[in-house]
C-alpha cells in the first residue's frame, strides 16, 4: 500500500529552527511536495522535490533522498506565523498526490 | 497567477437539501480539478478527480451519486453535495493542475466550509 508518515506535532520556539520529517512508500514517485495549511484555510504550495538534495527558498528548505524514501522541510528563524500544519504529499507513477495527515507546528514565544 | 476561486466559502444548509460548490481557474486552464475533504484535524481526502468533457473519477467509498462532479469547462468544475446530512459537514477544497505539460503543482481553492444542520 502507499504511505506516508509524519510527526503529528511539534514545538519550537520564536527564532529557531525546526525540522518536520517525512518518510514515503508509493508506487512510483514524480516528486514530493511541501504545503502549509492554516487553521481553516486551504494549503499553500511551499516545496517541490524530485531530485536527490536541498533546495532553499528563503527561510524554508527540502530536502529529499529518493533512496530512502525520505523528506524534510527545514524551517529556520522561525516566526510566529510560522504556527501551521505542514503537509508532505507524494506525486505517485499516476500523477496522483498521496497526502500525509500533516504536522502541527506550534511556535512558542 | 494561478489563482483558484470556490464559491461559497460557507454554507449552511439543512438537511435533505443539496448544495452546489463551484470551483473555478481564474487565470489559467485547468486540465484536471480535484475535489477534497478534510475533517477536523485531519489531512485532505481526495473525493475525486474530474478531466474537462469527462466523467469524474471517484475514489474508494466516495458515492458518486452523492457527490455530483461536473467539470463542464477548462475553468470551471462544480461539486453538488445531494440529499446533505449532518455527517456530510465538513471543509471542502478544490485544486485544479493547468495545461502545460512541466506544470506539475495543483493550485487550491479557498475552501467551502459546509455545515449541514
Known amino acids: 500500500g502507499q504511505n506516508i508518515d509524519q510527526p503529528t506535532e511539534m514545538t519550537a520556539t520564536e527564532g529557531a529552527i525546526v525540522q518536520i520529517n517525512c518518510t514515503y512508500q508509493t508506487s512510483g514517485f514524480n516528486g514530493l511536495f511541501w504545503y502549509q495549511q492554516h487553521a481553516g484555510e486551504a494549503p499553500t504550495f511551499l516545496s517541490y522535490n524530485v531530485l536527490d538534495g536541498l533546495e532553499e527558498k528563503g527561510r524554508f528548505s527540502s530536502f529529499l533522498s529518493r533512496s530512502k524514501g525520505y523528506s524534510y522541510l527545514l524551517l529556520k528563524e522561525l516566526q510566529m506565523k510560522d504556527s501551521a500544519s505542514y503537509l508532505c504529499a507524494v506525486m505517485d507513477s499516476n500523477y496522483q498526490l498521496i497526502w500525509g495527515a500533516g504536522t502541527k507546528l506550534i511556535i512558542k514565544p | 497567477g494561478a489563482v483558484v476561486s470556490q464559491h461559497p466559502s460557507r454554507v449552511i444548509c439543512k438537511s435533505g437539501t443539496s448544495v452546489k460548490i463551484e470551483c473555478r481557474s481564474l487565470?489559467?486552464?485547468?486540465?484536471?480539478m480535484f475535489w477534497y475533504r478534510q475533517f477536523p484535524k485531519q489531512s485532505l481526502m481526495l473525493m475525486a478527480t474530474s478531466n474537462e468533457g469527462s466523467k469524474a473519477t471517484y475514489e474508494q467509498g466516495v458515492e458518486k451519486d452523492k457527490f455530483l462532479i461536473n467539470h463542464a469547462s477548462l475553468t470551471l468544475s462544480t461539486l453538488t453535495v445531494t440529499s446533505a446530512h449532518p455527517e456530510d459537514s465538513s471543509f471542502y477544497i478544490c485544486?485544479?493542475?493547468?495545461?502545460?505539460?512541466?506544470?506539475?503543482?495543483?493550485?487550491f481553492g479557498p475552501g467551502t466550509r459546509l455545515t449541514v444542520t
Open positions: 485544486s485544479a493542475r493547468g495545461l502545460a505539460g512541466a506544470d506539475y503543482e495543483q493550485y
Open positions: 487565470d489559467f486552464q485547468a486540465t484536471t
